[in-house]
């Protein structure tokens, strides 16, 4: 889907979850389309449906956040109620806040207070809490244990440098029976993907956040620029020229199909990868990104939330709907079947999650420790930061720029974008 994509169109290609209920209402509900999320959102609505006697249509929404945010913008400036509750971006409480619900009043402090607080503080806004956590997420790395094992290492890389010497042997012995076989695999579109991905090698250089939580402009420093540089470097050698092509499903289509030694994703691909027809089924495991020169292991954070529509014609359900996918069975469930991170720290020491995703307990500092986009600093003005730092990571990448210059130009259209502040 596009971003030219109308309402009218929108409201077209909804999908029906569940049996109709003469008696209840109907709400559509934004969910997911990435990996399982679809699957995932239309069995936590029609058990909902079920017990309520409601009815949830999905809508299909697109992959690429970037596009989803943009319809979500046009609908929500429309004032629509077309849609009643929306999946929303870790980032997108301060840019659609105003559109959304406030459910201070309907969510019990006691259901708030099980959750992971930074989450709950980042959904509050002016005071007012206008979504709840659904899952978190941190970047992690995939490797394959099997291929480590068999070129004689014997844990996963501790730094990039290390990767990109394990990537180069693994590369080269596996090239001589198949010669698409590549190192390293992650996300090198340029998309708010990117900008995760390209956060994590600067912050674990000891590069920053690109803007400080004071406000100020960053990004231009000689450890982010050692870090793209490093980066940039994997492209045409451990990772494939096409790399820049790729967003989450590209990165896991090819780590799935056995072509790649190492991942950077987020943990949903985990369950996918262990799946019955997975050819890597039981050959991978899972560890903290690597850590930059003379820096540390960073993981950005990622996850989404749960919000209802200002404009909803149908708030108390959209609330309930809310409090059910959000409730602690329904996060076990999808952590257990998909690897989705629950929100809700009790639930990284039960059994059953444990035994479903094993790396939910070795790396829980990892998921809770995470570094945070500058959404909070920027406010409305975050596409704008992060356009503009995963456009100069992009070019960088693609040859286009030199990392020096690549990030000298972000310093500067960053600092454009601040103007008297933001």
């Not at 409730?327 to 020491?349: C, W």
Request: with cysteine; net charge positive; hydrophobic share 40%.
């Amino acid at each position: 889907m596009n971003k030219t994509l109308t309402l009218l169109t929108l409201t077209a290609s909804l999908v029906a979850a569940g049996n109709a209920h003469a008696a209840g209402v109907t709400l559509t509900f934004a969910c997911d389309s990435v990996g399982q999320g679809f699957d995932q959102c239309k069995k936590g609505t029609d058990a909902w449906s079920a017990k309520t006697g409601n009815t949830v249509k999905l809508l299909q929404v697109p992959k690429d956040t970037g596009d989803r945010l943009a319809l979500y913008q046009q609908q929500l400036g429309a004032k629509a109620s077309d849609v009643d509750v929306y999946m929303v971006d870790v980032v997108w409480p301060g840019l659609i806040g105003n559109s959304l619900l406030d459910l201070t009043s309907a969510v019990p402090k006691a259901v708030l207070d099980t959750h992971f607080q930074p989450i709950v503080k980042n959904n509050t806004i002016g005071g007012k809490l206008i979504a709840v956590p659904w899952f978190t997420d941190g970047g992690v790395l995939y490797y394959r244990s099997d291929l480590l094992k068999k070129y004689g290492f014997a844990a996963a890389p501790k730094t990039w440098s290390e990767l990109q010497m394990m990537a180069q042997k693994i590369q080269d012995g596996e090239r001589k029976t198949d010669p698409k076989f590549t190192g390293y695999v992650f996300q090198g579109k340029n998309y708010e993907g990117l900008t995760c991905d390209a956060l994590e090698w600067v912050n674990s250089y000891g590069g920053g956040t690109i803007v400080d939580s004071t406000g100020k402009v960053t990004i231009n420093n000689p450890k982010a620029v050692a870090a793209v540089k490093m980066l940039s470097s994997f492209v045409g050698t451990i990772s494939p020229e096409a790399v820049t092509t790729y967003d989450e499903e590209g990165a896991r289509n090819v780590f799935q199909a056995g072509s790649a030694a190492f991942m950077r994703n987020w943990p949903y691909a985990y369950s996918l990868g262990n799946s019955e027809k997975s050819p890597v089924k039981g050959k991978f495991d899972v560890a903290a990104l690597p850590a930059g020169d003379g820096g540390s292991s960073s993981a950005t954070l990622g996850g989404w939330q749960l919000a209802a529509n200002k404009y909803s014609k149908h708030p108390k359900e959209a609330t309930d709907l809310i409090l059910y996918l959000t409730g602690n069975a329904e996060q076990k469930r999808r952590a257990v079947e998909a690897s989705y991170n629950p929100t809700i720290p009790a639930l990284y020491k039960d059994a059953d999650v444990l035994k479903a995703v094993p790396f939910f307990g070795s790396l829980y500092d990892v998921f809770t420790g995470s570094v945070a986009r500058p959404a909070t600093a920027t406010k409305t003005k975050y596409n704008a930061v992060s356009l503009a730092f995963s456009t100069a990571v992009y070019n960088s990448m693609t040859k286009k720029q030199t990392p020096e210059v690549a990030l000298a130009a972000a310093q500067a259209s960053i600092t454009r974008a601040k103007g008297r502040g933001f």
